[in-house]
């Protein structure tokens, strides 16, 4: 498996190693999260085996976002969750997707977003996505 570090001017992003899952699984309890990423709460042997099937797949990169001591991102080379914004959303998208075209040559991107994650939908609408389809299954 390839690994990555990509630093931006805040946020480094790393790749999402084995030793991550504990401290993922741990995120994946907050309400919030599973709310706002449409996500059920998995054991942390079944998060095991979800980081095997993500790292396994030779067409996905799966990346971290690092910053200080908290981790806020995990990303699908074009499908972004963050715990927290911290005012580094921006910087991170940006990041991630100058990553997805250089090394994948990704020239469209989508976002998922749940109908009450308000500060993803401003964001994404700041940095020109258009709405293009409705889920009922992102509404909550």
């Known amino acids: 498996m ?18 991550h899952v504990p401290k993922y699984h741990q995120w994946m ?4 999260l599973l ?4 996500s059920e709460p998995l054991t942390l042997d079944e998060e095991y085996e979800m980081h095997r099937s993500w790292t396994q797949d ?19 080379t074009v499908v972004l969750m963050l715990k927290s914004w911290q005012g580094l ?4 998208v940006l990041l991630m ?7 994948f040559h990704i ?21 020109g996505f258009k709405e293009v389809s409705y889920s009922e299954a992102l509404k909550r």
């Open 2 to 19: 390839e690994t990555y570090s990509l630093g931006g001017e805040k946020v480094i992003l790393v790749s999402y190693m084995e030793r």
């Open 29 to 32: 309890q907050d309400p919030y």
């Open 35 to 38: 709310q706002a990423t449409g």
């Open 58 to 76: 030779p067409q996905s990169t799966h990346l971290l976002c690092w910053i200080s001591n908290l981790w806020l991102v995990i990303l699908q």
């Open 89 to 92: 959303g921006k910087e991170v």
């Open 97 to 103: 997707m100058s990553f997805a075209i250089n090394k």
């Open 107 to 127: 020239q469209s991107f989508r976002a998922k977003i749940g109908d009450s994650n308000l500060s993803s939908l401003n964001l994404f609408k700041k940095l």
